[in-house]
């Protein structure tokens, strides 16, 4: 990447010439430049923030630091894009943070953390369009691990991790040194591994077992809820965390009315449920199974978020 690709906000030249038909040429052609990246940079916004609409309007915000940019000395302009909407998302994490909506010392024990807005799609398979915003196996579980990361350690795992953004380019963002964003990448990734278990491969073994726990829910059976349930597993919700096989099953049993009406559904591309009634939803439950037992149950359940997810898709 050149060295332009690394300035903030570079000086605005649109065109030399200043001619009315020459620029509009050159917008829509840096549009059309802009739109092919478009989905790498909100699935990179996605895993900053957890939130469609946060990333939706960190990619606007791109758009309009490009169209005021001179783009003609960036060597790599999918990469600078990327530097830019990674600027932009630590920015609003920041902001987040100062507002009060992160309170990060309680996220640390799990408590509190805010959930990210799911990914919902049939059993059929992944829509092509969402594939960007899953793909490496972005959970929840994943994304809510993320959530109780500092804003600095985020930005530097998931450009580095996730996109193979190099330390130096990071560095820049951060405004420190490649060292010190490594370091950075390093936390994150020893509290990822330790808060987010890759689920097992077969997505019909994901479907057994999920469909095993509901079975055991409706009908109130603690014992075979505990038999499906990793030992050490882990229930978390924007209302708190449950630890533990019998807590979690017992708490499971609560939900056997529920169980009856969920449907089937990827949540992120791992097997999940969505209960909806009335048309609503008002429950996203992802599951991710590890050798055959649940290990977490990663559950959304905000009313506000709830409500933007268009359980149609569960129809195609």
């Not at 943070?97 to 799609?121: C, F, H, I, N, Y």
């Not at 099953?249 to 169980?259: E, G, I, Q, V, Y």
Request: hydrophobic share 45%; charged share 25%.
């Amino acid at each position: 990447m050149s060295d332009s690709a690394h300035e903030d906000f570079p000086k605005d030249a649109r065109t030399a010439d200043g001619g009315g038909a020459h620029a509009r040429d050159g917008i829509e052609f840096l549009a059309a430049r802009f739109e092919s990246h478009r989905s790498r940079l909100r699935a990179v916004a996605y895993r900053m923030l957890g939130s469609f609409a946060e990333a939706d309007d960190a990619v606007q915000e791109a758009w309009l630091r490009l169209s005021r940019a001179d783009a003609s000395g960036v060597g790599n302009l999918g990469g600078w894009l990327t530097t830019v909407v990674g600027r932009v998302c630590l920015d609003m994490l920041r902001s987040r943070r100062t507002r009060g909506e992160e309170p990060l010392e309680k996220a640390a024990e799990w408590q509190g953390v805010r959930m990210p807005d799911p990914v919902l799609s049939p059993l059929s398979g992944v829509d092509p369009e969402q594939e960007a915003l899953i793909a490496d196996s972005v959970g929840l579980a994943l994304l809510v691990v993320l959530e109780t990361l500092t804003p600095a350690e985020r930005l530097s795992f998931v450009l580095h991790d996730l996109f193979a953004v190099p330390f130096d380019e990071i560095a820049t963002v951060l405004g420190r040194t490649p060292a010190a964003s490594r370091q950075l990448a390093s936390r994150a990734r020893r509290r990822v591994q330790g808060g987010a278990p890759v689920s097992d491969a077969d997505p019909a073994q994901q479907r057994e077992v999920v469909e095993a726990f509901l079975a055991a829910a409706r009908e109130g059976d603690l014992e075979a809820l505990v038999a499906v349930l990793d030992p050490d597993v882990v229930a978390r919700s924007d209302r708190g965390v449950t630890a533990g096989a019998v807590a979690v099953a017992s708490n499971a049993s609560a939900f056997a009315d529920l169980a009856h009406i969920a449907r089937p559904a990827l949540v992120n591309g791992v097997a999940g449920v969505v209960v909806v009634v009335e048309g609503r939803p008002v429950g996203v439950l992802a599951f991710t199974v590890v050798h055959g037992r649940i290990a977490v149950i990663d559950i959304v359940n905000d009313p506000e978020r709830l409500a933007v997810l268009d359980v149609t898709v569960l129809d195609r």
